[in-house]
Every structure is written in structure tokens, then in C-alpha cells.
Nanobody
Framework: QVQLVESGGGLVQTGGSLRLSCAASGPGFGSFAMGWFRQAPGKEREFVAAISWSGGSTDYADSVKGRFTISRDNIKNAVYLQMNSLKPEDTAVYYC????????????????WGQGTQVTVSS
């Protein structure tokens, strides 16, 4: 069982930056692929970014490519999402998730989820 706790959300102006963190506890973190998802009010949860267990492979949604960067530290059992050039449409609750098959970044099939952290981008 992996437990995930997100932090780093907040209120930022358009064009600003935030760095989200996800702290993991429990066995096997280093073997999991990790992902970030988001859900805006009235919308379905959507994929944002993912990273393989080694950090060698990443994947991004087209809407964030070039602005967001996912990374991980397997010593600290943490995954990060650096968000730059934020837009009002990035406003959402952001969730960290763990995928038990870690070889490649995945857009679905995640087994463990955090509770989410709110990101609000003002115009």
C-alpha cells in the first residue's frame, strides 16, 4: 500500500509558477510510475504528466507540454510538478497517483491516489 500526500498548491497570478510536491510512504515507491492528474469544477479528471520509475521517461498532456515539468527523487520518495507560465485554465485540484507497473509513464491504470491540492490561477 502506497500513501500519497500532495502539497504546494495555492493562488497565483497568470504567468506565475508553482511547484507541487507529492510525498510517498509505503513499500515499492521506487518501482512505481508516478503521475499527476487534475480536476476542474464541473469537469472530469484529466491526465497532466507522468514519469517512469527511473525518471528516464516522461509524458505530458498537450495542454501543459513546454510549461510543466515532472520529476522524481527516489531517495526522498517524492515526485514533483514544476508549473510555469500558469493560465487560468490550469485552475483545478491536482492529484498525485502511483502506478504499479513502473517501466513507462502511463495515462491510466493508477492504483493509488493522494487527496489533492488546489491550484488557482487568477487572471
Amino acid at each position: 500500500q502506497v500513501q500519497l500526500v500532495e502539497s504546494g498548491g495555492g493562488l497565483v497570478q497568470t504567468g506565475g509558477s508553482l511547484r507541487l510536491s507529492c510525498a510517498a510512504s509505503g513499500p515499492g515507491f521506487g518501482s512505481f510510475a508516478m503521475g499527476w492528474f487534475r480536476q476542474a469544477p464541473g469537469k472530469e479528471r484529466e491526465f497532466v504528466a507522468a514519469i517512469s520509475w527511473s525518471g528516464g521517461s516522461t509524458d505530458y498532456a498537450d495542454s501543459v507540454k513546454g510549461r510543466f515539468t515532472i520529476s522524481r527523487d527516489n531517495i526522498k520518495n517524492a515526485v514533483y510538478l514544476q508549473m510555469n507560465s500558469l493560465k487560468p485554465e490550469d485552475t483545478a485540484v491536482y492529484y498525485c497517483a502511483a502506478h504499479p507497473i513502473g517501466g513507462l509513464p502511463a495515462r491510466g491504470g493508477y492504483a493509488f491516489w493522494g487527496q489533492g491540492t488546489q491550484v488557482t490561477v487568477s487572471s
